[in-house]
Protein backbone atom coordinates (compact mmCIF):
# COMPACT_ATOMS: atom_id res chain seq x y z
CA UNK A 1 0.00 0.00 0.00
CA UNK A 2 1.34 3.94 -0.59
CA UNK A 3 0.57 6.46 1.24
CA UNK A 4 -1.64 9.69 -0.65
CA UNK A 5 -1.54 13.25 0.75
CA UNK A 6 -4.40 15.10 -0.97
CA UNK A 7 -4.27 19.14 -0.85
CA UNK A 8 -6.92 19.51 2.21
CA UNK A 9 -4.39 17.41 4.61
CA UNK A 10 -6.34 14.04 4.14
CA UNK A 11 -4.48 10.97 3.62
CA UNK A 12 -5.28 8.10 1.76
CA UNK A 13 -4.59 4.84 1.49
CA UNK A 14 -4.24 2.84 -2.06
CA UNK A 15 -2.85 -0.18 -3.49
CA UNK A 16 0.42 0.53 -5.01
CA UNK A 17 0.55 1.38 -8.76
CA UNK A 18 -2.70 3.16 -8.38
CA UNK A 19 -3.50 5.87 -10.68
CA UNK A 20 -4.55 9.38 -10.16
CA UNK A 21 -7.97 8.21 -11.71
CA UNK A 22 -8.08 5.57 -9.29
CA UNK A 23 -7.98 7.76 -6.36
CA UNK A 24 -10.28 10.25 -7.62
CA UNK A 25 -12.89 7.36 -8.01
CA UNK A 26 -12.30 6.57 -4.33
CA UNK A 27 -13.18 9.86 -3.72
CA UNK A 28 -16.72 10.56 -5.87
CA UNK A 29 -17.55 9.54 -9.25
CA UNK A 30 -18.51 12.85 -9.70
CA UNK A 31 -15.01 13.94 -9.38
CA UNK A 32 -13.33 10.96 -11.29
CA UNK A 33 -15.65 12.41 -14.51
CA UNK A 34 -14.17 15.59 -14.05
CA UNK A 35 -10.55 14.85 -13.38
CA UNK A 36 -8.43 15.69 -16.34
CA UNK A 37 -4.77 16.07 -15.14
CA UNK A 38 -2.91 15.50 -11.92
CA UNK A 39 0.23 16.48 -9.90
CA UNK A 40 2.11 13.99 -7.68
CA UNK A 41 4.99 15.55 -5.96
CA UNK A 42 5.21 18.80 -7.63
CA UNK A 43 5.34 16.57 -11.16
CA UNK A 44 2.50 16.74 -13.68
CA UNK A 45 1.53 13.51 -14.67
CA UNK A 46 -1.28 11.49 -16.89
CA UNK A 47 -4.35 10.48 -14.93
CA UNK A 48 -3.26 7.29 -15.52
CA UNK A 49 0.46 6.95 -14.89
CA UNK A 50 0.82 4.08 -11.69
CA UNK A 51 1.48 5.57 -8.54
CA UNK A 52 4.29 3.58 -6.91
CA UNK A 53 5.64 5.56 -3.66
CA UNK A 54 3.82 7.83 -0.76
CA UNK A 55 3.59 11.38 -1.72
CA UNK A 56 1.30 14.63 -2.34
CA UNK A 57 -1.72 14.31 -4.80
CA UNK A 58 -3.31 17.10 -6.65
CA UNK A 59 -5.93 16.14 -8.79
CA UNK A 60 -7.14 19.11 -11.67
CA UNK A 61 -10.43 19.90 -13.79
CA UNK A 62 -11.29 22.62 -16.35
CA UNK A 63 -11.71 24.93 -13.66
CA UNK A 64 -8.04 24.73 -12.77
CA UNK A 65 -5.43 26.67 -14.12
CA UNK A 66 -3.19 23.46 -14.75
CA UNK A 67 -6.19 21.90 -15.96
CA UNK A 68 -6.58 23.80 -18.93
CA UNK A 69 -2.91 23.47 -19.97
CA UNK A 70 -3.62 19.87 -19.95
CA UNK A 71 -6.64 20.37 -22.05
CA UNK A 72 -5.32 23.15 -24.42
CA UNK A 73 -1.93 20.99 -24.89
CA UNK A 74 -3.63 17.35 -25.76
CA UNK A 75 -5.82 19.73 -28.17
CA UNK A 76 -2.76 20.53 -30.33
CA UNK A 77 -1.79 16.86 -30.85
CA UNK A 78 -5.23 16.67 -31.98
CA UNK A 79 -4.98 19.53 -34.25
CA UNK A 80 -1.38 18.37 -34.95
CA UNK A 81 -2.95 15.02 -36.72
CA UNK A 82 -5.15 17.03 -38.63
CA UNK A 83 -2.68 19.16 -40.10
CA UNK A 84 -0.62 16.14 -40.89
CA UNK A 85 -3.12 14.71 -42.76
CA UNK A 86 -4.74 17.48 -44.54
CA UNK A 87 -1.03 18.47 -45.39
CA UNK A 88 1.66 15.98 -46.56
CA UNK A 89 5.00 16.01 -45.93
CA UNK A 90 4.52 18.94 -43.30
CA UNK A 91 7.25 18.70 -40.85
CA UNK A 92 6.29 18.86 -36.88
CA UNK A 93 8.00 20.80 -34.46
CA UNK A 94 6.78 22.40 -31.03
CA UNK A 95 3.06 22.42 -29.52
CA UNK A 96 2.74 23.85 -26.11
CA UNK A 97 0.18 25.08 -24.15
CA UNK A 98 -0.59 28.74 -23.88
CA UNK A 99 -2.26 31.41 -21.77
CA UNK A 100 -6.04 31.03 -23.75
CA UNK A 101 -5.23 28.29 -25.83
CA UNK A 102 -2.43 26.47 -28.11
CA UNK A 103 0.38 27.13 -30.46
CA UNK A 104 1.79 24.65 -32.99
CA UNK A 105 5.13 25.51 -35.11
CA UNK A 106 4.65 23.81 -38.47
CA UNK A 107 7.16 23.49 -41.64
CA UNK A 108 4.73 23.11 -44.46
CA UNK A 109 7.78 23.63 -47.54
CA UNK A 110 6.37 25.06 -49.96
CA UNK A 111 2.29 24.44 -48.73
CA UNK A 112 0.76 27.50 -46.90
CA UNK A 113 -2.12 27.64 -44.33
CA UNK A 114 -4.74 30.73 -44.63
CA UNK A 115 -7.56 31.42 -42.75
CA UNK A 116 -10.02 29.60 -45.39
CA UNK A 117 -8.08 26.61 -44.86
CA UNK A 118 -9.09 26.83 -40.95
CA UNK A 119 -12.53 25.51 -41.52
CA UNK A 120 -11.51 22.07 -42.66
CA UNK A 121 -8.53 21.80 -39.78
CA UNK A 122 -11.28 22.32 -37.28
CA UNK A 123 -13.34 19.82 -38.95
CA UNK A 124 -11.05 17.10 -39.19
CA UNK A 125 -9.72 17.84 -35.80
CA UNK A 126 -13.29 17.51 -34.24
CA UNK A 127 -13.62 14.13 -36.16
CA UNK A 128 -10.40 13.05 -34.59
CA UNK A 129 -11.86 13.93 -30.77
CA UNK A 130 -14.79 12.40 -31.60
CA UNK A 131 -13.04 9.49 -31.88
CA UNK A 132 -12.31 9.21 -28.05
CA UNK A 133 -8.77 7.74 -28.47
CA UNK A 134 -6.92 7.54 -25.14
CA UNK A 135 -3.36 9.43 -24.94
CA UNK A 136 -0.84 7.25 -23.70
CA UNK A 137 2.42 8.22 -22.83
CA UNK A 138 5.51 5.69 -23.79
CA UNK A 139 9.31 5.59 -22.90
CA UNK A 140 11.70 5.54 -26.22
CA UNK A 141 14.98 5.22 -26.06
CA UNK A 142 17.26 7.42 -27.88
CA UNK A 143 18.45 5.77 -30.77
CA UNK A 144 14.93 4.24 -31.64
CA UNK A 145 13.41 8.40 -31.37
CA UNK A 146 16.22 9.10 -33.57
CA UNK A 147 15.49 6.64 -36.19
CA UNK A 148 12.11 7.40 -36.41
CA UNK A 149 12.09 10.82 -37.05
CA UNK A 150 15.39 10.41 -39.27
CA UNK A 151 13.15 8.16 -41.45
CA UNK A 152 10.88 11.29 -41.80
CA UNK A 153 13.36 13.65 -42.24
CA UNK A 154 12.51 15.81 -39.57
CA UNK A 155 15.54 17.34 -38.67
CA UNK A 156 13.62 19.59 -35.87
CA UNK A 157 12.64 16.56 -33.67
CA UNK A 158 15.99 15.13 -34.16
CA UNK A 159 17.71 18.36 -33.07
CA UNK A 160 14.86 18.50 -29.96
CA UNK A 161 16.11 14.60 -29.22
CA UNK A 162 19.80 15.15 -29.72
CA UNK A 163 19.71 17.82 -26.64
CA UNK A 164 17.96 14.87 -24.58
CA UNK A 165 19.42 12.23 -22.19
CA UNK A 166 18.62 9.02 -22.96
CA UNK A 167 16.03 7.37 -20.61
CA UNK A 168 14.19 10.69 -20.08
CA UNK A 169 12.68 10.48 -24.23
CA UNK A 170 8.89 9.89 -23.91
CA UNK A 171 6.37 9.65 -26.76
CA UNK A 172 2.48 10.33 -26.47
CA UNK A 173 0.39 7.79 -28.87
CA UNK A 174 -3.40 8.78 -29.67
CA UNK A 175 -5.55 6.76 -32.77
CA UNK A 176 -2.85 7.22 -36.05
CA UNK A 177 -0.68 9.34 -34.03
CA UNK A 178 2.63 10.03 -32.12
CA UNK A 179 4.72 12.75 -31.36
CA UNK A 180 7.75 13.70 -29.27
CA UNK A 181 6.40 14.63 -25.33
CA UNK A 182 6.98 15.28 -22.54
CA UNK A 183 3.34 14.54 -21.12
CA UNK A 184 0.70 16.58 -19.41
CA UNK A 185 -2.75 15.13 -21.10
CA UNK A 186 -5.83 15.20 -20.64
CA UNK A 187 -7.54 11.09 -20.28
CA UNK A 188 -8.95 10.98 -23.70
CA UNK A 189 -9.61 13.03 -26.93
CA UNK A 190 -13.33 12.83 -26.73
CA UNK A 191 -13.28 15.62 -23.61
CA UNK A 192 -13.09 18.28 -26.49
CA UNK A 193 -15.97 19.13 -27.60
CA UNK A 194 -15.13 22.64 -29.50
CA UNK A 195 -11.96 23.55 -31.53
CA UNK A 196 -11.44 26.64 -33.21
CA UNK A 197 -8.29 27.89 -35.19
CA UNK A 198 -7.68 31.36 -34.24
CA UNK A 199 -4.69 32.43 -36.72
CA UNK A 200 -1.46 32.00 -38.02
CA UNK A 201 1.60 33.90 -37.69
CA UNK A 202 5.50 33.72 -39.20
CA UNK A 203 7.97 32.37 -35.71
CA UNK A 204 11.26 31.28 -36.29
CA UNK A 205 12.78 28.06 -35.07
CA UNK A 206 13.24 28.21 -31.69
CA UNK A 207 13.24 32.20 -31.51
CA UNK A 208 16.18 32.46 -33.42
CA UNK A 209 16.10 35.26 -36.30
CA UNK A 210 18.78 33.01 -38.27
CA UNK A 211 16.78 30.20 -38.23
CA UNK A 212 14.44 29.22 -40.50
CA UNK A 213 10.65 30.50 -40.35
CA UNK A 214 8.35 28.75 -39.52
CA UNK A 215 4.17 28.86 -39.50
CA UNK A 216 2.94 29.15 -36.35
CA UNK A 217 -1.01 27.71 -35.86
CA UNK A 218 -2.55 29.34 -33.05
CA UNK A 219 -5.92 27.70 -31.57
CA UNK A 220 -8.26 27.33 -28.70
CA UNK A 221 -10.46 24.39 -27.21
CA UNK A 222 -13.84 23.94 -24.78
CA UNK A 223 -15.38 21.27 -23.19
CA UNK A 224 -18.52 22.78 -24.27
CA UNK A 225 -19.42 24.34 -27.44
CA UNK A 226 -21.36 27.02 -25.80
CA UNK A 227 -17.96 28.33 -23.67
CA UNK A 228 -16.33 28.54 -27.38
CA UNK A 229 -19.43 30.47 -28.48
CA UNK A 230 -18.76 32.69 -25.30
CA UNK A 231 -14.69 33.04 -25.96
CA UNK A 232 -15.22 34.10 -29.82
CA UNK A 233 -17.83 37.08 -28.42
CA UNK A 234 -15.39 38.30 -26.17
CA UNK A 235 -12.57 38.16 -28.81
CA UNK A 236 -15.26 40.57 -31.24
CA UNK A 237 -14.88 42.40 -27.82
CA UNK A 238 -11.32 42.22 -27.19
CA UNK A 239 -10.64 43.64 -31.31
CA UNK A 240 -13.13 46.45 -30.38
CA UNK A 241 -10.63 47.01 -27.22
CA UNK A 242 -7.40 46.72 -28.78
CA UNK A 243 -5.13 49.27 -27.69
CA UNK A 244 -3.17 50.13 -31.33
CA UNK A 245 -6.79 50.55 -32.41
CA UNK A 246 -7.68 52.93 -29.68
CA UNK A 247 -4.44 54.48 -29.36
CA UNK A 248 -4.86 55.31 -33.55
CA UNK A 249 -8.40 56.91 -32.98
CA UNK A 250 -8.07 58.57 -29.80
CA UNK A 251 -4.41 60.34 -31.39
CA UNK A 252 -2.48 58.85 -28.56
CA UNK A 253 0.46 57.42 -30.13
CA UNK A 254 2.24 56.02 -33.67
CA UNK A 255 4.83 54.26 -34.62
CA UNK A 256 7.34 54.90 -37.64
CA UNK A 257 9.63 52.66 -39.75
CA UNK A 258 12.12 55.41 -40.10
CA UNK A 259 12.60 56.30 -36.05
CA UNK A 260 12.20 51.86 -35.63
CA UNK A 261 10.35 49.33 -34.75
CA UNK A 262 9.08 48.92 -31.01
CA UNK A 263 9.70 53.33 -30.90
CA UNK A 264 6.56 54.88 -29.95
CA UNK A 265 5.98 58.04 -30.90
CA UNK A 266 3.89 60.03 -28.02
CA UNK A 267 1.68 62.65 -29.87
CA UNK A 268 -0.24 65.71 -27.71
CA UNK A 269 -3.12 63.82 -25.87
CA UNK A 270 -0.80 61.14 -25.30
CA UNK A 271 1.94 62.59 -23.75
CA UNK A 272 -0.62 64.95 -21.88
CA UNK A 273 -2.24 61.42 -20.97
CA UNK A 274 1.59 60.24 -19.95
CA UNK A 275 1.91 63.18 -17.93
CA UNK A 276 -0.78 63.38 -16.11
CA UNK A 277 0.06 59.41 -14.79
CA UNK A 278 3.34 60.56 -13.65
CA UNK A 279 1.82 63.69 -11.38
CA UNK A 280 -0.52 61.38 -10.25
CA UNK A 281 2.42 59.14 -9.06
CA UNK A 282 4.79 61.53 -8.34
CA UNK A 283 2.41 63.51 -5.81
CA UNK A 284 2.16 60.34 -4.03
CA UNK A 285 5.28 59.21 -3.61
CA UNK A 286 6.01 62.56 -2.25
CA UNK A 287 4.02 61.40 0.49
CA UNK A 288 5.18 58.34 0.77
CA UNK A 289 8.87 59.83 1.25
CA UNK A 290 10.93 59.77 -1.87
CA UNK A 291 13.11 61.52 -3.39
CA UNK A 292 13.06 61.99 -7.83
CA UNK A 293 16.59 61.84 -9.30
CA UNK A 294 17.03 61.68 -13.50
CA UNK A 295 20.38 59.65 -14.98
CA UNK A 296 21.05 59.18 -18.56
CA UNK A 297 20.13 56.88 -21.27
CA UNK A 298 23.17 54.99 -21.59
CA UNK A 299 26.07 53.78 -19.22
CA UNK A 300 29.64 52.56 -19.69
CA UNK A 301 29.44 49.04 -20.33
CA UNK A 302 31.38 48.54 -17.06
CA UNK A 303 28.31 49.26 -15.35
CA UNK A 304 25.96 46.28 -16.17
CA UNK A 305 28.87 43.86 -16.38
CA UNK A 306 29.14 44.77 -12.54
CA UNK A 307 25.38 44.60 -11.87
CA UNK A 308 25.10 41.27 -14.09
CA UNK A 309 22.87 42.52 -16.58
CA UNK A 310 25.17 42.58 -19.27
CA UNK A 311 26.26 38.43 -18.61
CA UNK A 312 22.51 37.31 -18.44
CA UNK A 313 20.69 40.21 -21.00
CA UNK A 314 24.16 41.30 -23.05
CA UNK A 315 23.88 38.66 -25.88
CA UNK A 316 20.16 39.69 -26.64
CA UNK A 317 20.49 43.20 -26.15
CA UNK A 318 21.44 46.35 -28.31
CA UNK A 319 24.85 46.05 -28.56
CA UNK A 320 27.65 48.20 -26.97
CA UNK A 321 28.29 52.00 -28.55
CA UNK A 322 31.80 52.29 -29.39
CA UNK A 323 33.20 55.86 -28.70
CA UNK A 324 36.12 57.47 -30.71
CA UNK A 325 38.66 56.38 -27.28
CA UNK A 326 39.91 53.12 -27.63
CA UNK A 327 38.19 50.38 -25.37
CA UNK A 328 35.59 52.93 -24.29
CA UNK A 329 31.94 51.22 -24.66
CA UNK A 330 28.49 52.31 -23.37
CA UNK A 331 25.53 50.79 -23.39
CA UNK A 332 21.66 51.87 -23.72
CA UNK A 333 20.42 51.66 -20.26
CA UNK A 334 18.74 48.52 -20.10
CA UNK A 335 17.56 48.92 -16.78
CA UNK A 336 17.51 52.08 -14.11
CA UNK A 337 18.77 50.00 -10.90
CA UNK A 338 22.70 50.21 -11.53
CA UNK A 339 22.51 53.71 -12.32
CA UNK A 340 20.54 54.81 -8.66
CA UNK A 341 23.21 52.10 -6.94
CA UNK A 342 25.43 54.48 -7.86
CA UNK A 343 23.59 57.64 -6.62
CA UNK A 344 23.31 55.86 -3.46
CA UNK A 345 27.42 55.43 -3.54
CA UNK A 346 28.19 59.09 -3.97
CA UNK A 347 28.25 60.10 -0.33
CA UNK A 348 28.50 57.90 3.11
CA UNK A 349 24.96 57.07 4.92
CA UNK A 350 24.61 56.29 8.51
CA UNK A 351 21.66 54.03 9.72
CA UNK A 352 20.23 57.17 10.73
CA UNK A 353 19.82 58.13 7.33
CA UNK A 354 17.68 55.04 5.86
CA UNK A 355 15.64 54.25 4.33
CA UNK A 356 16.48 56.24 1.16
CA UNK A 357 13.86 56.26 -1.83
CA UNK A 358 15.24 57.05 -4.96
CA UNK A 359 12.45 57.19 -8.14
CA UNK A 360 12.44 58.17 -11.48
CA UNK A 361 10.44 58.02 -14.56
CA UNK A 362 13.59 55.92 -16.38
CA UNK A 363 13.59 54.91 -20.25
CA UNK A 364 15.52 51.78 -20.78
CA UNK A 365 16.32 50.09 -23.95
CA UNK A 366 16.36 46.04 -24.89
CA UNK A 367 16.26 44.81 -28.26
CA UNK A 368 12.86 42.47 -28.63
CA UNK A 369 12.92 40.81 -31.43
CA UNK A 370 10.71 41.82 -34.62
CA UNK A 371 8.49 38.88 -34.43
CA UNK A 372 7.76 39.35 -30.83
CA UNK A 373 7.04 43.68 -30.77
CA UNK A 374 3.36 44.08 -30.25
CA UNK A 375 2.35 47.79 -30.25
CA UNK A 376 2.81 49.17 -26.47
CA UNK A 377 2.91 45.78 -24.34
CA UNK A 378 6.26 45.02 -26.22
CA UNK A 379 8.38 47.54 -26.99
CA UNK A 380 12.07 47.94 -27.56
CA UNK A 381 12.07 51.65 -25.51
CA UNK A 382 9.73 51.76 -22.25
CA UNK A 383 9.80 54.35 -19.65
CA UNK A 384 9.55 52.51 -15.90
CA UNK A 385 7.66 54.24 -12.93
CA UNK A 386 10.95 52.84 -11.29
CA UNK A 387 12.10 53.08 -7.50
CA UNK A 388 14.86 51.78 -5.44
CA UNK A 389 14.65 51.93 -1.91
CA UNK A 390 17.75 51.47 0.26
CA UNK A 391 16.97 50.45 4.15
CA UNK A 392 18.55 48.43 6.88
CA UNK A 393 17.69 44.71 7.33
CA UNK A 394 15.33 45.69 9.93
CA UNK A 395 13.33 48.51 7.90
CA UNK A 396 12.83 46.11 4.84
CA UNK A 397 9.60 44.49 6.12
CA UNK A 398 7.65 47.61 6.87
CA UNK A 399 9.47 49.32 3.79
CA UNK A 400 8.02 46.09 1.82
CA UNK A 401 4.41 46.28 3.26
CA UNK A 402 4.13 50.19 2.48
CA UNK A 403 5.02 49.65 -1.24
CA UNK A 404 1.78 47.51 -1.17
CA UNK A 405 -0.20 49.77 0.25
CA UNK A 406 1.34 52.57 -3.04
CA UNK A 407 0.64 49.65 -5.29
CA UNK A 408 -2.61 49.32 -3.99
CA UNK A 409 -3.56 52.99 -3.89
CA UNK A 410 -2.44 53.36 -7.60
CA UNK A 411 -4.41 50.03 -9.00
CA UNK A 412 -7.58 51.26 -7.18
CA UNK A 413 -7.26 54.70 -8.36
CA UNK A 414 -7.69 53.09 -12.13
CA UNK A 415 -10.15 50.95 -11.44
CA UNK A 416 -8.48 47.96 -11.37
CA UNK A 417 -10.26 46.22 -8.40
CA UNK A 418 -10.03 42.63 -9.63
CA UNK A 419 -6.40 40.64 -9.02
CA UNK A 420 -4.41 38.54 -6.90
CA UNK A 421 -0.86 38.57 -5.99
CA UNK A 422 2.19 36.36 -7.41
CA UNK A 423 5.11 35.66 -5.47
CA UNK A 424 7.72 34.66 -8.19
CA UNK A 425 10.86 32.55 -5.84
CA UNK A 426 13.65 30.65 -7.75
CA UNK A 427 14.37 26.99 -9.19
CA UNK A 428 15.93 25.26 -6.78
CA UNK A 429 16.81 22.97 -9.33
CA UNK A 430 18.16 25.56 -11.70
CA UNK A 431 21.05 27.60 -9.49
CA UNK A 432 23.12 28.75 -12.47
CA UNK A 433 19.63 31.22 -13.29
CA UNK A 434 20.55 33.55 -10.02
CA UNK A 435 22.87 35.69 -8.38
CA UNK A 436 23.95 35.59 -5.28
CA UNK A 437 24.41 32.88 -1.91
CA UNK A 438 21.51 31.00 -0.98
CA UNK A 439 21.05 32.52 2.35
CA UNK A 440 20.33 36.35 0.83
CA UNK A 441 17.68 34.37 -1.14
CA UNK A 442 16.06 32.74 1.37
CA UNK A 443 15.98 35.74 3.73
CA UNK A 444 14.45 37.70 0.45
CA UNK A 445 11.74 35.18 -0.03
CA UNK A 446 10.66 35.03 3.37
CA UNK A 447 10.37 38.44 3.69
CA UNK A 448 7.98 39.21 0.83
CA UNK A 449 6.32 36.13 1.83
CA UNK A 450 5.66 37.04 5.22
CA UNK A 451 4.95 40.88 4.01
CA UNK A 452 2.02 39.19 1.68
CA UNK A 453 0.52 37.14 4.52
CA UNK A 454 0.51 40.30 7.33
CA UNK A 455 -1.09 42.86 4.02
CA UNK A 456 -4.13 40.10 4.28
CA UNK A 457 -2.86 39.60 -0.26
CA UNK A 458 -4.83 36.67 -1.68
CA UNK A 459 -1.54 35.37 -3.29
CA UNK A 460 0.36 32.01 -4.98
CA UNK A 461 3.39 31.15 -4.86
CA UNK A 462 5.61 30.35 -8.52
CA UNK A 463 8.59 28.85 -8.82
CA UNK A 464 11.60 29.76 -11.37
CA UNK A 465 9.78 33.00 -11.97
CA UNK A 466 12.23 35.23 -9.55
CA UNK A 467 14.60 37.79 -11.53
CA UNK A 468 17.93 36.60 -11.66
CA UNK A 469 18.85 39.06 -8.56
CA UNK A 470 15.89 38.43 -6.33
CA UNK A 471 12.56 37.08 -6.10
CA UNK A 472 9.50 39.85 -6.42
CA UNK A 473 5.90 39.83 -5.66
CA UNK A 474 3.67 40.63 -9.08
CA UNK A 475 0.66 42.10 -8.95
CA UNK A 476 -1.85 40.01 -11.34
CA UNK A 477 -5.04 42.17 -12.28
CA UNK A 478 -8.32 41.10 -13.78
CA UNK A 479 -9.41 43.57 -16.69
CA UNK A 480 -13.04 43.97 -17.65
CA UNK A 481 -12.70 41.10 -20.60
CA UNK A 482 -11.73 38.98 -17.45
CA UNK A 483 -8.13 38.57 -18.66
CA UNK A 484 -5.13 38.14 -16.28
CA UNK A 485 -2.70 41.01 -17.13
CA UNK A 486 1.14 41.79 -14.50
CA UNK A 487 0.69 44.78 -13.44
CA UNK A 488 2.83 46.16 -10.80
CA UNK A 489 6.07 44.46 -8.83
CA UNK A 490 8.03 44.85 -5.95
CA UNK A 491 11.29 42.83 -5.69
CA UNK A 492 13.70 42.44 -2.48
CA UNK A 493 17.29 42.35 -3.91
CA UNK A 494 20.19 41.65 -1.13
CA UNK A 495 22.89 40.90 -4.54
CA UNK A 496 23.21 43.87 -5.66
CA UNK A 497 24.15 46.05 -3.18
CA UNK A 498 26.97 43.17 -2.72
CA UNK A 499 27.99 43.89 -6.15
CA UNK A 500 28.18 47.59 -6.04
CA UNK A 501 29.87 47.53 -2.41
CA UNK A 502 26.99 49.46 -1.21
CA UNK A 503 27.13 50.17 2.30
CA UNK A 504 26.02 52.47 5.35
CA UNK A 505 27.67 53.23 8.96
CA UNK A 506 25.45 51.04 11.74
CA UNK A 507 24.88 52.15 15.25
CA UNK A 508 27.76 50.01 16.27
CA UNK A 509 30.17 52.44 14.05
CA UNK A 510 30.90 48.97 11.46
CA UNK A 511 30.23 48.92 7.94
CA UNK A 512 27.08 47.23 6.99
CA UNK A 513 24.72 46.05 3.61
CA UNK A 514 21.91 47.66 3.06
CA UNK A 515 19.21 45.64 1.58
CA UNK A 516 17.31 47.11 -1.83
CA UNK A 517 13.56 47.24 -2.68
CA UNK A 518 13.00 47.40 -6.55
CA UNK A 519 9.73 48.63 -7.29
CA UNK A 520 7.38 49.97 -10.25
CA UNK A 521 3.60 50.27 -9.69
CA UNK A 522 2.85 50.85 -13.29
CA UNK A 523 5.33 48.14 -14.66
CA UNK A 524 6.04 50.64 -17.88
CA UNK A 525 4.05 53.96 -19.12
CA UNK A 526 3.69 51.92 -22.03
CA UNK A 527 2.12 48.64 -21.08
CA UNK A 528 0.19 50.29 -18.52
CA UNK A 529 -1.29 52.59 -20.64
CA UNK A 530 -1.96 49.80 -23.10
CA UNK A 531 -3.86 47.59 -20.64
CA UNK A 532 -5.72 51.02 -19.34
CA UNK A 533 -6.91 51.46 -22.63
CA UNK A 534 -8.28 48.04 -23.56
CA UNK A 535 -9.48 47.87 -19.94
CA UNK A 536 -11.50 50.80 -20.21
CA UNK A 537 -11.99 50.59 -24.07
CA UNK A 538 -10.97 54.25 -23.84
CA UNK A 539 -13.23 55.40 -21.16
CA UNK A 540 -10.48 56.31 -19.08
CA UNK A 541 -11.41 57.88 -15.42
CA UNK A 542 -12.37 61.45 -15.88
CA UNK A 543 -9.26 62.50 -13.69
CA UNK A 544 -7.32 61.18 -16.65
CA UNK A 545 -9.10 61.16 -19.65
CA UNK A 546 -7.34 63.92 -22.28
CA UNK A 547 -10.19 65.88 -23.01
CA UNK A 548 -13.19 65.88 -20.23
CA UNK A 549 -15.62 67.44 -22.29
CA UNK A 550 -16.81 69.46 -25.77
CA UNK A 551 -19.19 72.26 -25.88
CA UNK A 552 -21.00 72.02 -29.37
CA UNK A 553 -22.78 75.48 -30.15
CA UNK A 554 -25.99 74.40 -32.26
CA UNK A 555 -24.89 77.26 -34.94
CA UNK A 556 -22.15 79.59 -35.37
CA UNK A 557 -23.93 82.53 -33.63
CA UNK A 558 -23.12 80.87 -30.35
CA UNK A 559 -19.18 80.26 -30.83
CA UNK A 560 -18.62 83.76 -28.89
CA UNK A 561 -21.06 82.04 -25.75
CA UNK A 562 -18.80 78.53 -26.51
CA UNK A 563 -15.60 80.52 -25.99
CA UNK A 564 -16.94 81.92 -22.32
CA UNK A 565 -18.42 78.10 -21.28
CA UNK A 566 -14.37 77.46 -22.43
CA UNK A 567 -13.23 80.28 -20.63
CA UNK A 568 -15.03 79.82 -17.74
CA UNK A 569 -13.96 75.41 -17.73
CA UNK A 570 -10.44 76.48 -17.80
CA UNK A 571 -11.02 78.24 -14.70
CA UNK A 572 -12.51 75.01 -13.23
CA UNK A 573 -9.44 73.32 -14.57
CA UNK A 574 -11.52 71.54 -16.54
CA UNK A 575 -10.58 70.01 -19.70
CA UNK A 576 -12.24 71.52 -22.54
CA UNK A 577 -12.97 72.26 -26.51
CA UNK A 578 -15.30 73.79 -28.71
CA UNK A 579 -16.43 72.19 -31.78
CA UNK A 580 -17.02 75.13 -34.40
CA UNK A 581 -17.23 73.10 -37.34
CA UNK A 582 -20.13 74.08 -39.72
CA UNK A 583 -22.12 70.55 -39.15
CA UNK A 584 -25.25 69.44 -37.67
CA UNK A 585 -25.13 69.02 -33.27
CA UNK A 586 -26.40 65.69 -34.34
CA UNK A 587 -23.23 64.71 -36.21
CA UNK A 588 -21.01 66.69 -33.40
CA UNK A 589 -22.48 64.56 -30.65
CA UNK A 590 -21.63 61.50 -32.36
CA UNK A 591 -18.36 61.72 -33.23
CA UNK A 592 -17.79 63.20 -29.28
CA UNK A 593 -19.56 60.06 -28.62
CA UNK A 594 -16.52 58.49 -31.21
CA UNK A 595 -13.77 59.75 -29.82
CA UNK A 596 -15.18 59.05 -25.87
CA UNK A 597 -15.38 62.45 -24.87
CA UNK A 598 -16.77 62.06 -21.11
CA UNK A 599 -19.54 65.21 -21.23
CA UNK A 600 -20.82 67.16 -24.24
CA UNK A 601 -22.35 70.86 -23.40
CA UNK A 602 -24.56 71.90 -25.47
CA UNK A 603 -25.29 75.60 -26.22
CA UNK A 604 -27.80 77.58 -28.04
CA UNK A 605 -30.17 80.91 -27.18
CA UNK A 606 -31.90 79.35 -24.00
CA UNK A 607 -28.87 78.51 -22.43
CA UNK A 608 -27.08 82.35 -23.46
CA UNK A 609 -30.18 83.81 -21.87
CA UNK A 610 -29.79 81.75 -19.15
CA UNK A 611 -26.06 81.61 -18.56
CA UNK A 612 -26.11 77.51 -18.17
CA UNK A 613 -25.32 74.30 -20.95
CA UNK A 614 -27.17 71.56 -21.74
CA UNK A 615 -25.23 68.55 -20.64
CA UNK A 616 -25.53 65.31 -21.96
CA UNK A 617 -23.06 62.31 -21.22
CA UNK A 618 -21.05 59.95 -22.96
CA UNK A 619 -23.54 56.82 -23.27
CA UNK A 620 -26.51 59.22 -23.91
CA UNK A 621 -27.52 60.04 -20.62
CA UNK A 622 -28.96 63.39 -19.98
CA UNK A 623 -27.95 65.83 -17.23
CA UNK A 624 -30.35 68.69 -18.53
CA UNK A 625 -29.40 72.68 -17.67
CA UNK A 626 -26.77 73.42 -15.45
CA UNK A 627 -24.58 76.71 -14.47
CA UNK A 628 -21.07 76.05 -15.55
CA UNK A 629 -20.10 76.68 -11.73
CA UNK A 630 -22.64 73.23 -11.05
CA UNK A 631 -21.24 71.49 -14.06
CA UNK A 632 -18.01 71.85 -12.66
CA UNK A 633 -19.12 70.69 -9.19
CA UNK A 634 -20.21 67.56 -10.90
CA UNK A 635 -16.83 67.32 -12.32
CA UNK A 636 -15.19 67.62 -9.27
CA UNK A 637 -17.44 65.25 -6.92
CA UNK A 638 -16.72 62.22 -9.57
CA UNK A 639 -12.91 62.89 -9.49
CA UNK A 640 -12.91 62.79 -6.08
CA UNK A 641 -14.93 59.66 -5.74
CA UNK A 642 -12.13 57.60 -7.79
CA UNK A 643 -8.84 59.96 -7.16
CA UNK A 644 -8.84 59.33 -3.31
CA UNK A 645 -5.95 60.76 -1.16
CA UNK A 646 -2.90 58.35 -0.78
Keep these: MIKITLPDGTIKEHAKGSTPMDIAKGISEGLARNVISAKFNDTIVETVTPLTTDGSLTLFTWNNKEGKTAFWHSTSHVVAQA ?44 EIARGKHHFKLRPVSKADALNLYKSQGNEYKIELIENLEDGTITFCDHDTFTDLCRGGHIPQTGI ?41 ELLEEAKKRDHRKLGKELELFTFSQKVGQGLPLWLPKGAA ?11 AQKKAGYQMVVTPHIGQKELYVTSG ?33 EIFNSKPWSYKDLPQRFAEFGTVYRYEQSGELHGLTRVRGFTQDDAHIFCTPEQLDQEFKNVIDLSLYV ?28 ENWEKAENAIISAAK ?46 FDLTYKGSDNESHRPVMIHRAPFGSMERFIALLLEHTGGNFPLWLIPDQAIILPISEKYE ?20 KRNETVGKKIREAEMNKIPFMLIVGEKEEETNTVSIRRHGGEDFGTLSVNDFADLVDREINSTLKSF
Design 192 to 232: IKAIKVLSVAGAYWRGDEKNKQLTRVYGISFPKQKELTEYL
Design 411 to 438: LGCLGFENFTAQVSVRDLEKPEKYIGSV
Design 83 to 126: IEELYPGVKLTIGPAIDNGFYYDVDLGEQTISEKDFPQIEKRAI
Design 273 to 283: LRDRLEQFLKK
Design 309 to 341: HYEKYGADSFQPIKTPKDGEEFLLKPMNCPHHC
Design 454 to 499: EKGLDFTIETGEAAFYGPKLDFMVQDALGRSWQLGTIQVDYNLPER
Design 560 to 579: KYAKKVLDSLENHEIRALVD
